[in-house]
């Protein structure tokens, strides 16, 4: 054994049994290590360790690498298990299933090349975004793009706020008002194929991936699968090597992308004033009502209350007397 191996994985190669069916084994307590129970899937082992299952030494076999080209179909998802009973691609390869796993991921409606294998450090290359792999796909599209939107397609441009990488685009063919176009990246988000050409006017109907690298779909139809050459096998481990040598650049962010952009308050834009049509006329003045309407002829003093402060609009000296009655006038007596 390797030093540094971990547990599970060992017991998966000497048993001949799943990743997890190893991890439940060991759970279970029926796996020891040098005499002593491990209940651990993730100890790590050393040379000289000796484990047994069930009181039987374990001597694990170098595992068998295997490369694997499918031909995913349309509607079948690029995963080994769907909670929701679609199809998957474990379904092309039969018997093989519990031994490989899916290199990446193909849309549920994109067909085409998409590689199994048990070997996760090939897999971990061709899939990690700093590798830079480059993926070719034939998109057929409604319609025939001009040159000038293919040239937006090679340059670059920004998909969810973040520019795309330069692409190799080649017009392949145009017949009955649909056309295919080859398309070749170095990226692999979500829906990106789709979304670079809905963002220049243009509706992908199918898509298929004819190649990873070097490596091109043939040989198998549409749910079919064979082997990997050793000549494409070796093809393809160069070229990954290569990659891992080439300097990455960090995709560039579109200008403010993410965040809102600063303003100065002066040239901000103010939502427009509704005009008013030349044809508009204003209705009769209403009249004001009677307790807004000032009072008529002179203003009389308010009586003046003994104590009393005087107000706004008040006189301020001796209450005005009251003008005699006319009996009074005449000399009544009171």
Do not use: C
Not at 180 to 203: C, L, N, P, S, T
Not at 204 to 209: A, F, G, Q, S, T
């Amino acid at each position: 054994m390797r030093a540094g191996e971990r547990l599970n994985r060992y017991l998966s190669l000497a048993a001949g049994v799943s990743r997890r069916t190893a991890d439940e084994l060991i759970r279970g307590g029926r796996v020891t290590i040098r005499g002593t129970a491990v209940t651990d899937p993730g100890t790590f082992l050393q040379p000289d360790d000796e484990v047994r299952l069930d009181g039987n030494t374990l001597v694990a076999v170098p595992e068998e690498k295997i490369y694997i080209m499918a031909y995913k179909p349309d509607n079948v998802v690029s995963t080994m298990k769907d909670k929701e009973g679609r199809d998957t691609v474990a379904s092309l390869v039969g018997g093989l299933a519990s031994r490989v796993f899916p290199v990446g991921r193909l849309d549920y409606h994109t067909t085409g090349l998409i590689l199994l294998t048990n070997d996760g450090e090939l897999a971990y290359k061709l899939t990690h975004p700093r590798f830079g792999v480059e993926k070719t796909y034939v998109a057929k599209l409604m319609g025939a793009p001009p040159p000038a939107a293919l040239k937006i397609l090679r340059k670059g441009m920004p998909i969810d706020g973040v520019m795309t990488n330069p692409a190799e685009v080649s017009f392949l063919e145009k017949r009955e008002g649909k056309s295919w176009i080859a398309i070749r990246i170095a990226e692999g988000r979500y829906h990106q194929v789709r979304k670079m050409f809905d963002a220049i006017g243009y509706r992908v109907m199918k898509l298929r991936r004819s190649a990873i690298g070097p490596l091109e779909l043939s040989g198998v139809e549409p749910g079919e699968w064979r082997y990997l050459t050793g000549k494409e096998v070796r093809e393809l481990k160069a070229y990954v090597g290569e990659k891992e040598r080439e300097p990455r650049a960090a995709p560039q962010r579109e200008p403010h992308a993410g965040k809102p952009k600063f303003v100065p308050r002066a040239k901000r834009q103010q939502p427009p004033v509704p005009q008013k049509s030349s044809g508009e006329q204003k209705g009769p003045r209403q009249p004001k009502p009677e307790w807004k309407k000032p009072p008529r002829g002179p203003a009389l003093p308010s009586p003046h209350r003994p104590g009393a402060r005087p107000g706004p609009g008040r006189p301020q000296g001796p209450p005005a007397r009251k003008a005699d009655s006319p009996a009074r006038k005449a000399g009544k007596p009171r």
